[in-house]
């Protein structure tokens, strides 16, 4: 069966600290088993995004890295754990499965960069997709996803600027 996704909204984010504001409110809507999958080009904000999502997660304060390179880095939060990953380095869509993330997705917070890049169908049906996109103005996150996160994500509320 296919779940179908819902758009639930456009957030414009005229400023950095907007685009953090929305990830830290949708930080506490976190569940184990949530799969958050960011897209978009380079420079729209997807790390920052992740790094003040990870930041309002985390049970002690850190300094979220860029996990460009490690391609998959590790934080305890609240909710257990969360993944961090980024498959902008990934040559071929199957390389994903070296990571061995198929057990993370059955009791982990998977936050995924560049998703786009992973085989379509390796992620569960249930998950949330923010694409991220650049305006003169400022950048602006397109939310959607299953019907299961359409409650949570009407919560969210524009962030002053």
Known sequence: MTVQKER?????????????????????LLFAQDVILLQGNLGVGKTTFAQALIRACAVSSCTPKSPTFPCVLEYKVAQGRLLHCDFYRLRHADE?????????????????????????????????????GMRPAGRFLHISGSPAWKARIESLALPES
């Open 8 to 28: 639930f909204g456009i957030f414009f984010c005229p400023t950095v600290r907007a685009t953090e504001e929305i990830a830290t409110r949708l930080a506490p």
């Open 96 to 132: 994903v499965f070296s990571f061995n993330l198929e057990d993370v997705l059955e009791r982990d917070i998977l936050l995924v960069e560049w998703a786009e890049r992973a085989p379509p169908d390796f992620f569960p049906q249930d998950h949330l997709v923010i694409q991220f």
